[in-house]
Every structure is written in C-alpha cells, then in structure tokens.
C-alpha cells in the first residue's frame, strides 16, 4: 500500500487500469494539443499519464503527489515525466507556476482535499489561457455503493471529505465554483465484479452502453473545464 500523506488515503499498490482512467485519457488527449504539456494532481500510480503517453507520445507529461511513495512509483511508471512533490495546501499547485499548462488533471483527487474551491482555483491558476482542467469524482449513488453500504453498517471512505451525487457535482461546478464547463461525462455502470468484466470485453462494453443510458448510476463523474479569461479566482466568485 503507498500512503498519500495530503489527502490521509491509501492506494492499492496493485490497483489496475479503471474504467475512469481510461475516459479521463481520452478525454486528456481530446483537448490537448498533440505536444502540449500535461500535469496530473495526484497522479498516483501513473495509470492516466500512462495512458496518454501511449496515445500522444510527443506530449510533455508532468506528475505531481504529495506521497513519496507514489512519486517512487511514478519514477518506475512514467520515468519520462518531471515529478513535483506537494503539500497538503492548494498553494503548493499554484506554486508550480502561472499559465504553464495546457491541462491539468486531478482524478479521484478532489473528494479528499478540505479546501475544493481553492484546489481548483489552484489548479486554473496553472493552466494557459482556455486551457483544460479534467476532473473526475466518484459517485456515492451507484447501485454498487448502495448495495454494498446496505450489507455493512456505518461504511465510509474515510478519505472522503466531500461527495457528489451527479446533480450536485453538475451543481457544485456550474453554480457554486461559476465554472465554465464544456463537457459533463461518466465512466461505467458497475454491474459485474471489476475482476470479471475487466477480462470479458461484452461485460465491459454493456458497463459502458448503461453509463450513457443511466449516467447518474456511473461509477465517476467526469467533467471537462476550459479556463475563463476573466481572472476572478473561483472561491472568490462562490462567496
């Protein structure tokens, strides 16, 4: 297990290419520019970066953690890209620097920082004019979440300091944060054990298919945001 010291979470040292990393790639290489310049927030184990170095290999990856242990990993993963270690503070982003990236990605990152609006208002602080912030949460509404809460009592994520059901997160960025959001996506309906579908390509495809017919039952929302040139920093605008 590799511990993330900011976020007080812990990550399968052997935890496999999702559902939700493979979207959030392709959403990556989407709206970047073939030889843009890539930072992950969180990067962890590397699965994203790995994933848009296969399909845009003149792209400039960077990764940033505020786990050792993940940046050793990522050392191994991606040993093509520039590391950045963090803090546990918003600020730690920002100070990567003014208008340097084309994108930015924090997946699976947002529900366990205690300051949303200023880790996003870091995050656009980084990126060029236009420039895209990719974002992806879980969902605590899937069946599968449901069915497994039903089963044992008092079950959290106990890195979990916020959650989103899909309206909420549709909510929270467009309302709250004032963001301009140019795509609202999903992952995969979990129906069968991730063991089993991650092996038999019709499961997975179905998964896929009843993602788009019921979105608020998928596993993550994913959302893509283009940086606004008005320069009112998002958690002034939500207060």
């Known amino acids: 297990m590799t511990t993330n010291e900011w976020t ?20 990556v290489v989407e709206h970047t520019p073939p030889a843009g310049v890539l930072l992950d927030v969180g990067a962890g184990l590397g699965h994203v970066l790995q994933l848009v170095r296969e399909a845009a290999p003149e792209m400039e990856l960077h990764a940033a953690d505020s786990s050792d242990e993940c940046l050793d990993v990522l050392r191994q993963t991606v040993p093509e890209s520039e590391l950045h270690p963090l803090t546990d503070e918003p600020g730690s982003i920002a100070a990567l620097g003014e208008a340097r990236f084309d994108t ?17 208002d870091a995050a656009l602080h980084v990126l060029k004019p236009h420039g895209r912030l990719v974002l992806a949460v879980p969902n605590p509404s899937t069946p599968h979440v449901l069915t497994y809460n039903a089963a044992r009592l008092n079950y959290v994520n106990r890195g979990h300091v916020c959650c989103w059901d899909r309206s909420h997160w549709m909510n929270f960025l467009e309302n709250i944060a ?14 069968f054990p991730q063991r089993i579908s991650s092996r038999i390509g019709p499961l997975k495809r179905f998964e896929h298919l009843l993602s788009r017919v019921v979105p608020r039952w998928a ?12 320069g009112h920093p998002v958690a002034e605008k939500a207060a």
């Not at 596993?219 to 008005?230: A, L, M």
Request: proline share 3%.
């Open 8 to 27: 007080n979470i812990h990550i399968p040292s052997r935890k496999v290419l999702t559902g939700y990393h493979r979207e959030v790639a392709r959403l």
């Open 178 to 191: 004032r963001l301009n959001v140019i795509h609202h996506g999903q992952d995969e309906v979990r129906v």
């Open 219 to 230: 596993h993550s929302h994913i959302s893509v945001v283009e940086k606004s040139n008005t």
């Open 104 to 120: 930015c990605v924090m997946s699976h990152l947002l529900e366990h920082t205690r300051q949303p609006l200023e880790t996003i």
